[in-house]
């Protein structure tokens, strides 16, 4: 069997490779409902130097989206560069759920152990807990972490298929998971790397390590997005140590807007939700030499931009299957300033309920409750608007003033997209958006008014 390095050097190296050919490593680091606001760099008064630093050293993007706003259909977008609702994870995955995400959809690991990397994931996986659906049979060479969300039961620690903590210790979850991210890029050697690191926390319940419990000026919230903070400098000290700075992407995000604590920066909604507090995360790049230090882009990307822009970065083969995600190259290198792309849809569960064009915000539906409050007789269910709202997000940022009477043009062309897009879904997703389009109009929530009314 040809060894990692033979590999790599039979195939073509990428159009950025850096030094020699070599393709760049990769980190895509991965919190667990932060907030849009809950790094010092977007606002916070929590205490974040190593995010923010990454962000002085690279580009943080101001409207950076991800797939979806709740956790196991968020990572099935970013790693596969689809809708979720294409791979078959509308919705969260459960402890009895005996299957995960589609098994023939193509991971970012798979692709890139493709070009020779060494893969590994440290953290919450929550895309299946059985063998053939665990990371170790999607792509990555090793795995350390909870299969679920931490508020779930079981909540194992596992190692590879593994099971070693029936009940995983969770005050030190944040620093094993370090530890564990520190060691992979410490025994790389001369390999490329992709490490995946998506953390535990802020989801609640919450837990710090005793060094850092206590600590911050902001409770146990403030406590343990501190330590998640010391997590990130531990891996870029890392990184440097290794002699691999340089000739790595890092990619700091969320998978969701806050829960019940956190920020979201002003932004309307919150996790669950599709209004942009609910959907619009932390993003930010670093690539030292290769994406310009400082920059702050207003460009629309999304969390399933990252896998058609790592596999061209890697010079990797591209997914099988068309992805919905947009090559972002050009705006990390400075080329573009805004990048043109078609409107990016927002679902909740299986039904759509907005989607996002530049800096408008068309809304088709919304939930008939929150998921902060008790379910309603018959169970949550989405409602279509009597007609639907546009929002500019520029003018706008909370989403407060319906323009839609003020731009029927903008309104027509944005929903003729959804209605071509969802012709391509899967049925059971094409058969939610014909309910949903005969499902009993939603009334106008208190604090939506039309433009004219400001």
């Not at 000290?237 to 806050?258: C, I, M, Q």
């Not at 882009?297 to 990252?306: F, K, R």
């Not at 992805?323 to 573009?336: K, M, Q």
């Not at 907005?354 to 018959?378: C, D, I, T, V």
Request: aromatic share 10%; hydrophobic share 35%; charged share 25%.
């Amino acid at each position: 069997m040809l060894s990692r390095r033979a590999l790599l050097q039979m195939l073509p190296a990428a159009g950025m490779a850096a030094q020699g050919g070599r393709p760049p490593n990769v980190v895509v680091i991965f919190a667990d409902d932060l907030g849009y606001g809950d790094v010092g760099c977007q606002g916070s008064k929590i205490r974040t130097p190593a995010i923010d630093g990454l962000a002085r050293e690279g580009m943080r993007f101001t409207h950076g989206i991800t797939a979806n706003p709740v956790c196991s259909p968020s990572r099935a977008g970013l790693l596969t560069g689809r809708y979720p609702t294409r791979c078959g994870v509308p919705n969260v995955f459960f402890p009895r759920d005996e299957k995960g995400m589609n098994l023939d959809e193509q991971t970012l690991a798979e692709l890139l152990k493709g070009r020779g990397y060494r893969t590994a994931c440290v953290g919450k996986w929550h895309l299946g807990h059985h063998k053939p659906w665990l990371p170790t049979s999607r792509g990555f060479d090793r795995y350390f972490g909870i299969p679920y969300s931490n508020d779930m039961k079981p909540a194992w620690l596992m190692r590879d298929t593994e099971v070693i903590e029936e009940t995983a210790e969770q005050t030190t979850l944040t620093r094993r998971y370090t530890e564990e991210a520190v060691k992979f890029i410490g025994e790389a050697g001369r390999d490329p790397f992709f490490l995946y690191m998506p953390h535990t926390f802020p989801h609640i319940p919450l837990y710090a390590s005793p060094e850092f419990r206590g600590k911050s000026r902001h409770g146990i919230y403030g406590d343990v997005v501190e330590e998640l903070d010391w997590s990130v400098g531990q891996v870029l000290g890392a990184l440097k140590k290794a002699g691999a700075e340089r000739n790595t992407l890092v990619l700091f995000s969320s998978d969701n807007g806050p829960w019940y604590q956190g920020s979201s920066g002003g932004l309307r909604g919150r996790k669950g939700m599709t209004w942009e507090g609910g959907v619009r995360v932390p993003f930010i790049v670093r690539w030292p030499g290769r994406v310009p230090r400082g920059r702050v882009c207003h460009s629309l990307v999304s969390t399933m931009d990252v896998v058609p822009t790592v596999t061209r970065l890697a010079g990797a083969a591209a997914p099988a299957k068309a992805v919905d995600g947009v090559d972002i190259l050009p705006l990390l290198t400075g080329e573009r300033a805004v990048l043109e792309r078609e409107p990016v849809v927002y679902f909740h569960g299986r039904d759509v309920h907005a989607a996002r064009w530049g800096n408008w915000k068309l809304h088709f539906a919304r939930s008939n409750a929150e998921m902060y409050s008790a379910a309603p007789e018959g169970g949550r269910r989405s409602l279509r608007l009597s007609s639907p709202e546009l929002y500019n997000l520029k003018l706008d940022p909370d989403e407060s003033a319906d323009v839609a009477a003020e731009n029927p043009g903008v309104v027509e062309q944005m929903s003729a997209y959804v209605e071509k897009l969802m012709g391509g879904f899967p049925e059971d997703i094409q058969a939610a958006w014909r309910r949903l389009k005969e499902t009993p109009v939603a009334p106008r929530p208190a604090g939506t008014f039309p433009a004219a009314a400001r």
